[in-house]
């Protein structure tokens, strides 16, 4: 429609609207002018390896060694590689509904079976350490955890973090911690890694993280965690036969991300906060829509069964792929329709993008659901 030459307003991205800050983009081009274009290690560059231990003592208080350490071209990639590397068929995989599009097909790619949890707004989209008691059995592999959430920018407590980490030691299974927006958190809440939670806790996590959504580099796809070492190896095994090393530049990128100055992540989460609260705001308006506050990350995530049954304007309005249709037809506003989540009452707003291009968003959408 774009290419159309059509006015579309875009709540799709899962990605920051801010260009790759200029010293990490100098990096970058340093990097090439030195001729660093060779293949590297497969599991990355010891400097980037070296910065990223750093990274977990400085912002999680958790110490690893290099040999707990890869870096895989993105947070998806990492994900993907744990899954391959743990997972036999049969195993089991919990995760909360609604979930990141790619955990479920990630572990269906491993063999595994998803073993998928309701998690209402009432429980904030987080799963309880009882529902994952009530779920594990014998073929329990792991359990993913994301928080901040995509899609529903929802975290979870520290408390509930705790819970999650004696059923893990009690029943070893792996966790696998989501961490990704870690640094894009609001109203003063404070992130805590799930391995934070004791060294038995830490013994049986992957701690997965990135560069893409805190320095807004989701194209140079660097990506890592730290975790047990024998898996982390098996990781490296599988990443040389199928990917081998990250790209070179984008390594050196990410260590200047992430040992470079952190303004610019601050600057970033400043405007997100803003846009937060405006698209709040706008929604707060709109009658038949509710939503839970998004404390993390860049999504609202509301629900609008209450307008499914309508037929508005010749469209029968009666799941959220009828009403992303109607919403991109007929208000030529873009956003994610909530089934491919799991969660068919919903649509993902990313309020990665300007306040005026949320304020021209919500124009339209009050328009076509009030009138
Ligand atoms: C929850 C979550 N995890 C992981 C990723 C992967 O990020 P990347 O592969 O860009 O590092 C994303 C990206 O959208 C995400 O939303």
Redesign the pocket.
């Known amino acids: 429609m774009i290419a159309d030459g059509l006015d579309v307003v875009k709540f799709g991205a ?1 990605e920051p609207d801010f260009d790759t800050p200029d010293h990490i983009k100098d990096a970058a081009v340093e990097a090439l002018n030195q001729g660093l274009t060779k293949y590297t290690p497969v599991s990355g560059i010891v400097g980037l390896k070296e910065a990223i231990v750093d990274k977990f003592q400085r912002d999680n208080s958790l110490s690893y060694d290099q040999g707990q350490v890869i870096v895989s071209c ?4 990492t ?1 993907y590689n744990i899954l391959q590397a743990i997972c036999n068929p049969g195993d089991e995989v919990i995760f909360a509904a609604p979930y ?1 599009v790619s955990y479920i097909e990630m572990v269906k790619l491993a063999d595994a079976t998803p073993i998928v949890l309701q998690a209402t707004p009432e429980q904030n989209f987080c799963l309880t350490p009882s529902q994952i008691e009530a779920a594990v059995t014998a073929n329990t592999k792991a359990v993913i955890i ?1 928080s901040p959430s ?1 899609p529903t920018g929802t975290t979870y407590d520290a408390n509930s973090l705790r819970q999650i980490g004696e059923l893990a030691v009690k029943n070893q299974f792996y966790l696998i911690s ?1 961490e ?2 870690e640094a894009l958190l609001y109203d003063g809440v404070q992130h805590q890694s799930l391995a934070s939670f004791g060294e038995k806790v830490k013994a049986i996590t992957f701690v997965v993280n ?1 560069v ?1 959504k805190a320095y807004s580099m ?1 194209g140079w ?1 660097i ?1 890592y965690t730290a975790g047990p070492e024998d898996a982390i190896k098996a990781m490296s095994k599988i990443q040389s036969h199928s990917t081998s090393n990250p790209t070179s530049i984008a390594q050196s990128a990410a260590l200047a991300a992430i040992s470079g100055p952190q303004e610019p992540v601050a600057e970033m989460l400043n405007a997100f906060q803003k846009r937060r609260n405006l698209i709040c705001q706008r929604f707060d308006d709109i009658d038949g829509v509710e939503y839970v506050k998004p404390q993390g990350a860049f999504y609202l995530f509301p629900d609008f069964s209450a307008h499914y049954g309508r037929t508005i304007n010749g469209y029968s309005i009666n799941s959220s792929q009828d009403l992303a249709t109607y919403l991109l037809d007929d208000a030529k506003v873009g956003a994610v329709p909530g089934d491919g989540f799991g969660a068919d009452n919903h649509m993902r707003f990313s309020f990665a993008t300007s306040e005026t291009e949320i304020n021209r968003g919500l124009d339209r959408i009050e328009k076509a659901l009030i009138g």
């Open positions: 899962g993105g947070a998806k990639h994900i990141w994301g995509n989501d990704i927006y990135g893409s989701t796809r990506g």
